[in-house]
């Protein structure tokens, strides 16, 4: 089930939190496990009885562990064979296999194991109980309920993140919720539905751009893949890709430096940027914007050529709209390059960055001839439409 899902959305979410608020204090976590079995099961039912193996194992290990402490290392030793071998049966059985057979030239038949959903994050939050057992952070947990609660939070239970016992423990003991709270949470979850962005800081020449990248993304409340100010940009391209496809992004916007068209190192560092990209993730929908000044002059024109030279440009991005300029060079790049004006900036704040309008823009133009309005006045109005 996924959590952007109509069923998860109007159907399990819904019931799911009538149940943990209808039920008492004590019963909560019970409460939670249940409906983190009944998502877990909502894919395949029998994989819930390898989640609930894994679990009465590492149950059983803490609690060996206290009342024979000089067993410890042993038991931590059993339960994590237990929790990997069952991870890397699932994981990599068929992998072996098939490196076995091509070594030897034989023909073993594949097991075709089915992975069960989630079950990395489910191994490594147990080895993490464990562990903190073991090292003495954290007592053993006497139910069973609320450490089943804890490791199959659905939450978390199918895309992470992996949390330590000890920073959870307490709250498995006693929480409270309040309005703010929950303000707060429904925010993040509506934020979740959307898509899932990360930003490259590629811009290492200029003094300052990290940083002031870094800000936007906190405000954004985004991912930042950067490196030290000088570094090569396409290494920080390079990881943002890898990172990107690990994390499950779904958009990957790299910032790269302004440059002029006659500096040649830039324009094939920009060159060089394209090919990893094409090179390491090739089925990538790779969109290229120029960001134009919108009070340059026919030096736009040339710039947007030999950019052209060098990279293949999918769109424009024309600003400082929010002064006197009125940008008609992007008319100009359009007519001979055939490249369409996207957005355009008419303000420093977050919101500044609208969706290119032809026809406010036309209007805009010629706002001149408009005594009573100014072409920010004609832009903001049709943005608000």
């Known amino acids: 089930m996924l959590f952007s899902s109509l069923p998860f959305l109007f159907y399990f979410l819904p019931c799911a939190l009538g149940l943990y608020f209808l039920a008492p204090r004590r019963l909560k976590n019970a409460a939670l496990l249940l409906c983190s079995l009944v998502f877990y099961a909502w894919g395949e039912p029998r994989f819930v009885l390898f989640m609930a193996a894994a679990i009465l194992q590492g149950y059983a290990a803490a609690r060996l562990m206290e009342r024979y402490p000089a067993r410890r290392r042993l038991l931590l030793t059993l339960s994590a064979v237990l929790s990997l071998g069952l991870l890397g049966y699932c994981k990599y059985a068929d992998f072996l296999i098939s490196g076995f057979n091509a070594v030897t030239g034989l023909s073993v038949p594949l097991l075709r194991i089915t992975l069960p959903i989630g079950i990395s994050f489910y191994t490594f ?16 947990q006497r139910s069973l309920i609320d450490l089943a609660a804890y490791i199959a939070m659905f939450p978390q239970l199918v895309a992470g993140p992996i949390v330590r016992y000890t920073d959870v423990a307490p709250q498995l003991q006693s929480r409270t ?43 954004a ?82 710039q947007a050529r030999q950019f052209s030279n060098v990279t293949e440009i999918d769109g424009i991005v024309i600003t400082k709209l929010d002064g006197t300029a009125k940008g008609g060079i992007a008319i100009a790049i359009q007519a001979e390059l055939n490249v369409p004006v996207k957005f355009i ?37 049709e943005a608000d439409l």
């Open 125 to 140: 939050q147990i080895l993490s109980y464990v562990i903190d057992v073991y090292r003495g952070d954290a007592p053993a």
């Open 177 to 219: 919720h309040t309005v703010q709270d929950a303000a707060l949470g429904a925010r993040r979850f509506v934020l979740g539905l959307g898509k899932k962005v990360l930003l490259a800081a590629a811009d290492t020449f200029r003094a300052a751009a990290i940083d002031q990248l870094q800000i936007w993304a906190d405000r």
């Open 221 to 302: 409340q985004v991912d930042l893949v950067r490196h030290e100010e000088g570094s090569d940009p396409a290494a920080v391209v390079f990881d943002a890709i890898n990172a990107g496809t690990a994390r499950g992004c779904d958009v990957v916007i790299c910032d790269t430096a302004g440059r002029l068209h006659n500096k040649k190192n830039l324009m094939d560092e920009l060159a060089k940027m394209r090919r990893i990209i094409s090179r390491d993730y090739p089925d990538a929908n790779v969109e290229s914007l120029i960001v134009l000044d919108g009070t340059t002059g026919q030096n736009a024109l040339e």
């Open 345 to 381: 900036g008419i303000g420093e704040k977050i919101d500044d960055l609208q969706r290119f309008d032809p026809s406010a823009y036309v209007e805009a133009l010629f706002s001149g001839f408009d005594e009573d309005r100014s072409e920010l006045d004609i832009l903001m109005d």
